[in-house]
T-cell receptor
Framework: GQNIDQPTEMTATEGAIVQINCTYQTSGFNGLFWYQQHAGEAPTFLSYNVLDGLEEKGRFSSFLSRSKGYSYLLLKELQMKDSASYLCAVRDKGYIPTFGRGTSLIVHP | DTGVSQDPRHKITKRGQNVTFRCDPISEHNRLYWYRQTLGQGPEFLTYFQNEAQLEKSRLLSNRFSAERPKGSFSTLEIQRTEQGDSAMYLC????????????FGPGTRLLVL
């Protein structure tokens, strides 16, 4: 089976930087995804990591360490619209990723 | 292409009724997935198709649930004899067969069973 852990909730201030961690235990590894999900809406793709290191995309970056079973999503210059749930999803050997419960991020002024 | 679409967006039904949901994937995507999501949880995998073949089904998918993708394009998910525990958001996603296989989600169908 798979075990994916993320903090349930985080709060941060507009303009700040926040790091959302994800740890996982899987029998194999074939990629890690981060999705953003606003309340009542579908998840939207943010990033994909399959090799160790940092992937940067504008204000969002994602880091992966396969040996530690660890990833984080870094959000810079936070905006109010970044308030959402952030889902970490890990694919072990097949095509189907397993999703964590998500981290609810609240950005306040 | 406008992305993955799902219909209906909302469904309210009485316990014991049958419901059917439709998903239209991104046109060039040959893989299609169904997930269920309840409040405070991440999406849980139900089943997936490669073209018209249903290749994997979760243990969550009881015998009251059936999914089809007859022509390898749109898919339907039917729930027979609905129960209150079936109330959830049903998400469809599609992906293209490449090394990354990123899934793109539709807006979901929110089901409420009374």
């Amino acid at each position: 089976g798979q075990n994916i852990d993320q903090p349930t909730e985080m709060t941060a201030t507009e303009g700040a930087i926040v790091q959302i961690n994800c740890t996982y235990q899987t029998s194999g590894f074939n990629g890690l995804f981060w999705y953003q999900q606003h309340a009542g809406e579908a998840p939207t793709f943010l990033s994909y990591n399959v090799l160790d290191g940092l992937e940067e995309k504008g204000r969002f970056s994602s880091f992966l360490s396969r040996s530690k079973g660890y990833s984080y999503l870094l959000l810079k210059e936070l905006q109010m619209k970044d308030s959402a749930s952030y889902l970490c999803a890990v694919r072990d050997k097949g095509y189907i990723p397993t999703f964590g419960r998500g981290t609810s991020l609240i950005v306040h002024p | 292409d406008t992305g993955v679409s799902q219909d209906p967006r909302h469904k309210i039904t009485k316990r014991g009724q049958n419901v059917t949901f439709r998903c239209d994937p991104i046109s060039e995507h040959n893989r299609l997935y169904w997930y269920r999501q309840t409040l405070g949880q991440g999406p849980e995998f139900l089943t997936y198709f490669q073209n018209e073949a249903q290749l994997e089904k979760s243990r969550l998918l009881s015998n009251r649930f059936s999914a089809e993708r007859p022509k390898g394009s749109f898919s339907t998910l039917e729930i027979q004899r609905t129960e209150q525990g079936d109330s959830a958001m049903y998400l469809c996603a599609s992906s293209f067969k490449d090394s990354q296989e990123t899934q793109y989600f539709g807006p979901g169908t929110r089901l409420l069973v009374l």
